[in-house]
């Protein structure tokens, strides 16, 4: 069937790294764009990044542009999201999805993966 | 970037039509796409593009738009319907290529 798994989350300090990545199964990978969400504990939900299917495209949003990086092995049907300078505001649930283009809807998430920022 | 506008929370009667609407500049040009999520789980996609559902989704979910709003329309309501609600779109800011997710709506079926 059709699975992302998340992993990487953790307890990491302020101004740390920490890298996450989703295993794809079930589809072919390399057909579809890529997204991450996130949802701060008690919030909703923020779109984070997205990139293409081949990777040559690459969006973020502006409170994590230049600090986070998405990347995709479509070898290893995988997706990453390298997250550098954290900060406590970046507490939260992370999920990715596969998006269903151009709709820019998700159709399939995974289960998430919590990352907190904290001393 | 641009926001996408949703009311904070909405009830409804079990058995009766709720519509639970989404505003913002970019849903004039871009159709939203509709998130149901129930706590501690992920978000489960219900609506997309101009009135698409998913295989497995309810026919008693429905789209539609109009200008700057979008509606997500559940007829019938059942108690399972109970959950927070997300729209989404493009971003048609200055990023027009990113993403923006509506503030959710909590939806209560009493």
């Known amino acids: 069937q059709v699975q992302l798994v998340e992993s990487g989350g953790g307890l990491v300090k302020p101004g740390g790294s920490l890298r996450l990545s989703c295993a794809a199964s079930?589809?072919?990978?390399?057909?579809?764009?890529m997204s991450w969400i996130r949802q701060a504990p008690g919030k909703g939900l923020e779109w984070v990044s997205y990139?293409?299917?081949?990777?040559?495209?690459?969006y973020y949003a502006d409170s994590v542009k230049g600090r986070f990086t998405i990347s995709r092995d479509n070898a290893k049907n995988s997706l990453y999201l390298q997250m550098n300078s954290l900060r406590a505001e970046d507490t939260a649930v992370y999920y990715c999805?596969?998006?269903?283009?151009?709709?820019?809807?998700?159709?399939?998430w995974g289960q998430g993966t919590t990352v907190t920022v904290s001393s | 970037s641009s926001e996408l506008t949703q009311d904070p929370a909405v009830s409804v009667a079990l058995g009766q039509t709720v519509r639970i609407t989404c505003q913002g500049d970019s849903l004039r040009s871009y159709y939203a796409s509709w998130y149901q999520q129930k706590p501690g789980q992920a978000p489960v996609l219900v609506i997309y593009g101009k009135n698409n559902r998913p295989s497995g989704i309810p026919d008693r979910f429905s789209g539609s738009s109009s200008g700057n709003t979008a509606s997500l329309t559940i007829t019938g309501a059942q108690a399972e319907d109970e959950a927070d609600y997300y729209c989404?779109?493009?971003?048609?800011?200055?990023?027009?290529?990113?993403?923006?997710f509506g503030g959710g709506t909590k939806l209560t079926v009493l």
């Open positions: 989404n779109s493009r971003d048609s800011s200055g990023n027009h290529l990113g993403v923006v």
């Open positions: 079930g589809f072919t990978f390399s057909d579809y764009y």
């Open positions: 999805a596969r998006v269903n283009w151009p709709y820019i809807s998700m159709d399939v």
């Open positions: 990139i293409s299917s081949s990777g040559s495209t690459i």
